[in-house]
């Protein structure tokens, strides 16, 4: 099961960082993502780590977020800096699958973290 942690307040221009956990191993093996679902938004992805270590974002979050992985703790991260009010979201972590350019999530959702980012 997936486990983000790690939202909260934070006043505009603040930095947070999420983890995600995971039974076994599969965080370790597999592509990982952050996805975020803001009120009355479709959820979106947000930062994407294939396997091998290389890392997309889209452009709303580039050079803000950075994805990454401790093997040894078989734990993800999302370490975000200079948040905006428009981060404001629930932020959820899954396993990823490629079907050529496009990232899908490959579990099913669990819980995720409440991040508000305040003016």
């Known amino acids: 099961q997936l486990q983000a942690s790690g939202g909260g307040l934070v006043q505009a221009g603040g930095s947070l960082r999420l983890s995600c956990t995971a039974s076994?191993?599969?965080?370790?093996?597999?592509?990982v993502g952050w996805y975020r679902q803001a009120a009355g938004k479709q959820r979106e992805l947000v930062a994407a780590m294939s396997s091998g270590g290389n890392t997309n974002y889209p452009d709303s979050v580039k050079g803000r977020f950075t994805v990454s992985r401790d093997n040894a703790k078989n734990t993800v991260y999302l370490q975000m800096n200079s948040l905006r009010p428009e981060d404001t979201a629930v932020y959820y972590c899954?396993?990823?699958?490629?079907?050529?350019?496009?990232?899908?999530?490959?579990?099913?959702w669990g819980q995720g973290t409440l991040v508000t980012v305040s003016s």
């Open positions: 076994g191993t599969i965080l370790i093996f597999n592509a």
């Open positions: 899954n396993v990823l699958k490629s079907y050529g350019t496009t990232w899908n999530p490959l579990l099913r």
